[in-house]
């Protein structure tokens, strides 16, 4: 939530709000609780990306590259609601309903906006940009693949999460239904 809070502040990389959202990103990476195999590997990937993608001595303000870089931040908030959800009793089945309507409101918000900017947008452009400004990374070439492969998983990983959110609201909605 509070990567959400901060994210509109978010002018220039290289910031100290930029570095305070980086660090909690990376936290996030360590929230392995009720965690399935997939989204531990997401984790594992998420930590990779973090740690080649910020240097807190890059100091540049381009507004695409803030948009982009925007964009990957947002996803990191997506999953609140759901997480909320493991503290609400199951009994209490309208409040993890309506959990679920906002995670699927904000998963496919800003979840179709990172997909639709990595592949059909210029994201890649901008996140080479980013890495060939970025003096931590020496290999350039490696991080430039390394990071079009690691996002490309993470955009695949949208599609199979959004269909399992939107069976998990069909059921819930079924369920309703033939209760009523």
């Known amino acids: 939530f509070l990567i959400f ?38 984790h594992l990937l998420q930590y990779y990306g973090f740690q080649m993608l910020f240097n807190s001595n890059i100091i540049c303000y381009n507004p695409d590259s803030i948009s982009v870089l925007k964009k990957l931040y947002y996803i990191l908030f997506t999953s609140i609601f759901n997480n ?12 993890r309903f309506l959990l679920d309507i906002c995670t699927f409101i904000f998963f496919f918000y800003y979840r ?21 400004i970025n003096d931590n990374i020496k290999n350039k070439l490696l991080a430039i693949i390394s990071f079009k492969i690691l996002f490309n998983i993470f955009c695949l990983m949208n599609v199979y999460w959004g269909y399992k959110i939107l069976n998990i609201i069909k059921y819930k909605i079924m369920k309703s239904i033939k209760l009523n």
Do not use: A, R, T
Not at 29 to 39: A, G, H, T, V
């Open 5 to 42: 809070i901060l994210l509109p502040y978010l002018n220039h990389i290289g910031s100290n709000i930029h570095l305070i959202i980086h660090y909690l990103g990376l936290l996030k990476c360590f929230f392995l609780y009720d965690s399935s195999f997939i989204e531990i590997i997401h």
């Open 112 to 132: 179709i906006q990172f997909n639709y900017v990595i592949w059909f947008g210029d994201g890649f452009i901008h996140i080479n940009n980013y890495l060939l």
């Open 84 to 95: 909320i959800k493991i503290y609400v009793p199951k009994q209490n089945e309208k409040i």
